[in-house]
């Protein structure tokens, strides 16, 4: 994994001072040695319709105008950075940002989050470019000494856990690693453990309740999982799992950054379409949805 060249995607608005300085802030402790500051004017048909108007120069003049504007409040944005470009395009969002990824070797994405917004940018970007993403809120902390890995205990789940590492042995000083489960009980739970209780009103105390046997298996597996999956990385490891008991199991995320309020959430996720949004859900675009203090990395 490389962090040496990075797109970030502003958009004039507030959100812009608190994206740069975060990039800037993790420059200081990783190898980030080129931004690409990308703006994307997303109304094609009054881009197009200044073109036709004026000899295919309108909205080139346009598109100039905003670099221009770009250089003034970005340049010196990046004290840490070595190199920082500007780039103001016209088209659809995610067409934009695919085609500078491409161009320019990009090794991540960098979006910022208004506060009391869904994230709907970095949602796009998730779905749809293969991309590793950082996602800052505006209400986040500049620090990187505390991290959590969120993980299940799928094969998908072994990619993630390699990436979220080698990203993390890139940061100088080593932070604190924290890898959590959520451990999602079953629907039957209460069912079982309404038996159980009734077993225990005649006397059979010796039975364990459903959840205390779920919940222990899952922390064994869990960390049996760390311990087979981190070989070869040099810094310990925290493994973590909390109970949720709810039909979502991200509310238990959010409680859980609330309480620890960590530097960094790092989560992976497949690409999808929107059918499969629509259809199935997705556990990381609801986090970033509800998370508005937390800076996230999602690792593809």
Known sequence: MKINNLIVGVDFS???KTLCGHIDFLAQ???VNHVNNLFVFTAKSTFNALQQSSDNKGGDLMLKAFGQEMHQRFDNCYPHVEKVKNHALAGSFVEMFLHQYHKT?????ALGKKNGTDGIMGKYITRHIQANTFIIP?????????IVIALDLTDFSRKVLHSALDFCSMIDPKPIITCLHIAHLPYYSELSNAIVDCYKQFGSSDFKSVDDVFLDQQKKEFRDFISANSKGYDFPLIADVVEETRAKPYYAMREYLDKENPSLLIMGTRSHTALDVFLLGSFVEKIISINNTVPMLIVK
């Open 14 to 16: 507030e959100v812009d």
């Open 29 to 31: 402790h990783l190898p």
């Open 105 to 109: 070797d990009t090794d991540f994405i």
């Open 138 to 146: 505006e209400n986040s902390g500049k620090s990187i000494s505390n």
